[in-house]
């Protein structure tokens, strides 16, 4: 077995209608290793994660993880071991509650009352989602469904997890919990977002892919630095590095006028 946990190797994509979404897409991740996946829209991420999850095959190149090639026959094998986190929530969410959702993957894998509704309940404590546990997933707001969907692959237990803009839709305090989650889970994490501060938070490196190519593999410092290779890439720092403008709107509070004090700066100022 490779001392690689996911290995890319070379990998090249080109969907039906001749769009080329991937070409020769390389790298290496290393077992506990959280990997940030980034790039403008339409860079190739969702692809990448695709062909992992086996519902995509690459047209030349290989996919190692484990040891295992991924192909259609290893797939099977391979998905047991990944827990995915799909950029369209509504695509993971099938059953009538979010209960059963999360019971799913692990009453697949076996495990029985009474141990499954307190795995599910403490994962959807976990999670910040208990008291949405018997509401339909398909009545449940974005942020709700997002944070189901997670529950639905954490309570899998699976030994890596690839997630594609998991802190999309969430309101701060809910994107703050998963980042916290996610740091809290010891076990390899593909993370594909748009979201660099929380790449910033939680990944050791960070793959950098511009129209399907790898454009750099570094800690997420090195790529954040570099402003030529952001430029380049279509991408901005995190916010936390972008440079505030020196001084905000000024506030005159004037009693029960809050809104009109603030509104007057801003016309005086044109
Ligand atoms: N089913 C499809 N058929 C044809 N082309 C596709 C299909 N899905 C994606 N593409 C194209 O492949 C390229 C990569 O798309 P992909 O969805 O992987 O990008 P992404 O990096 O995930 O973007 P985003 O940040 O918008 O989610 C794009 O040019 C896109 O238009
Ligand atoms: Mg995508």
Redesign the pocket.
Known sequence: MSHHYLHFNSVSFT???G?K??SEVSFEMHHGERIGLI??????????L?LLAGFLVAQSGSIDLGGLKITPSTIAEVRRTLGFVF?DADDQLFMPTVFEDVAFGPANLGVEEPELTPLVMNTLNRTGIAHLAHRPPYHLSGGQKRAAAIATVLASTPSMLVL??PANALDPMARRRIIEQLRGFTHSQLI?S?DLDLVLDLCHRVVV?HE?KVAAVAPPMTVFKNKELLEHCGLLPPLRMQELPPEGPQLKVVEGHHHEAALHHHTAEK
């Open positions: 969907y039906p209608d769009t979404a991937l790039g403008a829209n339409g860079a190739g991420k969702s692809t990448l695709q950029q594609d803009e594909a748009h892919l399907g």
